[in-house]
């Protein structure tokens, strides 16, 4: 699956951190939804009509939206749940940054998917309602509230701010029968490419998946991730430490797909070049994606996916009220009804989105863990456990900019 954090509108955002507050005005914290009984807030959430905004690129889970979570919220809940297609976060942070600025109270977003920098522009200035997660019944049963990819978001604290809706791991994607033995560390690749010339390539950043692929170089070559623990301000010597990652990235580039003269703006278009065979592998965020694509006919059958040896990058993305949202009751219903044992196991199939549950599986009842392993993965795809048990920690997001700027300078211009 695909989530993007944003870095354009970090301008933005500070222009309106130096502003006055004067003119804008929001619903408080203190607003009686965030303490209700829940059957106050059901009853209120009846007849609103709900507006999802997120990112819109992406078929299965537009399709998992409209055929399966709109008519059961409309059934089971009285609630219009309509989905927004956005072509990129930055546009919903930027709207909201607007509609501050202009003291817009009834806001025409309800709900909005994010994580990672577009979090965090949104913490910092103000545009999320509340602490809204602990009226959740479902967050409060089967979510592990303390664990770090629940509690934080690319570093920064949850706070109860953003509801988790789904988990998702960095997956190598390769199709066995050209390639039976991929590489499976940063190192093994380098040596790959130069035996396959043009047969690999990656987004270039900042799409997320190509900038995510960088980050994985950057841990590799310069002593695992530990070292990036304290914000990016701290290390004295940041650029020195980053210097092996830049020199990796520009000894492989005579190597890839067209000599490295140009890189595949977006995950889609590197989607098609390995569809149609042109390259040899590719990767994802999604670690069902490929399942999903076999599925389609789009990705031969001998399509698998595979994860380094010391492990692949993995995160949590998550749903969030805005400050000014017109129908909060609504908005908590459809969250929790997200979050749900039933729509978490729908949405993991790779036949609606494949997207990982954002539950703690312990905390499920035995019919609800039986459910979720009955679900068929597809061939492509790797178990939870084997996910689970070689996930690494996601840089805070003041390094993706600084590597994502880099990048632009090091490789893209040398």
């Known amino acids: 699956m695909k989530i993007y954090p944003i870095t354009a509108f970090s301008i933005v955002a500070l222009a309106l951190s130096a502003c006055s507050s004067e003119g804008a005005s929001e619903a408080p914290n203190t607003d009686s939804l965030l303490t209700d009984d829940w059957d106050l807030i059901q009853e209120a959430a009846q007849g609103q009509e709900v ?75 103000g545009l999320l309602w509340g602490d809204f997660t602990g009226q959740l019944p479902n967050f409060n049963d089967y979510v592990d509230a303390e664990a770090p990819e629940i509690s934080e978001d690319f570093g920064e604290p949850v706070e109860g701010l953003e509801a988790p809706w789904g988990k998702a791991q960095f997956v190598f994607v390769h199709d066995e029968d050209r390639h039976e033995t991929p590489p499976r560390s940063i190192a093994e690749l380098a040596g790959w490419v130069q035996e396959h010339p043009g047969q690999f390539t990656y987004p270039a950043p900042p799409d997320f998946t190509g900038s995510a692929f960088v980050r994985h170089v950057l841990y590799e070559t310069t002593g695992g991730h530990e070292q990036y623990a304290q914000p990016a301000a701290e290390i004295e010597d940041l650029e020195q430490r980053l210097e092996p990652m830049w020199q ?87 969250i929790n009804e997200l979050m749900s044992p039933a729509a978490q196991t729908a949405k993991l199939s790779p036949e609606n989105w494949g997207d990982m549950t954002a539950l703690d599986f312990e905390k499920l009842s035995p019919e609800d863990q039986q459910a979720m392993n009955e679900v068929d993965l597809g061939e492509a795809t790797l178990s939870i456990e084997e996910l689970e048990q070689n996930r690494l920690p996601e840089l805070s997001s003041d390094y993706i900019d600084i590597i994502e700027k880099g990048w632009t300078e090091h490789v893209a211009k040398e």
């Open 51 to 125: 507006n999802l905004y997120m990112w819109g690129g992406n078929d299965n889970i537009n399709n998992y939206l409209d055929e399966w979570v709109a008519p059961r919220m409309k059934e089971q809940h009285g609630i219009e749940l309509t989905r927004v297609p956005m072509n990129d976060a930055q546009d919903i942070i930027n709207q909201l940054l607007d509609e501050k600025t202009a003291g817009k109270t009834n806001g025409s977003m309800d709900i909005v998917w994010i994580n990672g920098e577009n979090f965090k522009a949104a913490k910092d200035n």
């Open 248 to 334: 990796y990235l520009n000894s492989i580039e005579p190597y890839l797909w067209r000599e490295g003269e140009t890189y595949p703006e977006s995950l889609a278009k590197q989607d098609q070049l390995f569809a149609s065979g042109e390259i040899g592998m590719t990767m994802s965020y999604d670690p069902a994606l490929a399942a999903s694509e076999v599925l389609k006919g789009r990705f031969p059958e001998s399509t698998r996916t595979y994860l380094l040896d010391e492990g692949t990058l993995a995160n949590t993305h998550f749903l969030s009220i805005p400050f000014n949202a017109s129908d909060k009751a609504g908005a908590l219903v459809a």
